[in-house]
Structure formats: C-alpha cells, structure tokens
Nanobody, 123 residues
Framework: VQLEESGGGLVQAGESLRLSCAAS????????IGWFRQAPGKERERVGCISGSEGSAYYVDSVKGRFTISRDNGQNLMYLQMNSLKPEDMAVYYCVGSTNNDVGLSTSDYSYWGQGTQVAVSS
C-alpha cells in the first residue's frame, strides 16, 4: 500500500490550497481515510476523516467550515480543500488510510500513512 500526497506549498493567510492523495494497493471506498497534520513542536492531530461506505466526514473544530475532504473513488484519489488558511494551519499534512470502515480519532486507528506534504502560511 502506498499513499502519496501532493499540493502543499506556501500561501498567505486567507488564501486556499488543495491537497491531493493518490493511493495504490488500497481502495478508498472500502475504508476510512483522512488527513492528519503535525506542526513543529506539536503532536500529530487529526484534521478530518471520511468513512468508507457512508462517506460521512468528521473534522476537528479548528477547521470546520474551512476545510473539506472529498474523494474520487474511481481514480482512488482523495482531496483536502483548505480555504481561509491561517498561520496556525501551518504543518506537515499526512494522508492516512484505515483497515476498517469506522472513522478513528487517533493515529493508531490508521495503518497507512503517506510521507507528508508541507503547508506554510504566512501572516
């Protein structure tokens, strides 16, 4: 299984970015998938996740209304649309995949991880 993120970069506060995650050896519509992030000196935190069969999405409070997860099952792609970015959103963002359909809250709930993509937000 491989997950590969792309789309990170440097933006100014208030701007948008869309991250992509491409999977091989893993079928998005069968399992819960999502995004985590880790800022310097901080623990890795869940950004948002989407369940497999129902496609219900869950987000951390700090990104609700600004970030949206979507997926293209036919292409095995997942996206994280990030709008109204803030300096506190700056982190390395990781695409994750579970081995079950349930959305988990912790890093241990996800068996598959990408290498991460850096998002930097200047004020």
């Amino acid at each position: 299984v491989q997950l590969e993120e792309s789309g990170g970069g440097l933006v100014q506060a208030g701007e948008s970015l869309r991250l992509s995650c491409a999977a091989s050896g893993f079928t998005f519509d069968d399992y819960a998938i999502g995004w985590f992030r880790q800022a310097p000196g901080k623990e890795r935190e869940r950004v948002g996740c989407i369940s497999g069969s129902e496609g219900s999405a869950y987000y951390v409070d700090s990104v609700k209304g600004r970030f949206t997860i979507s997926r293209d099952n036919g292409q095995n792609l997942m996206y994280l649309q990030m709008n109204s970015l803030k300096p506190e959103d700056m982190a390395v963002y990781y695409c994750v995949g579970s081995t079950n359909n349930d959305v988990g809250l912790s890093t241990s709930d996800y068996s598959y991880w990408g290498q991460g993509t850096q998002v930097a937000v200047s004020s």
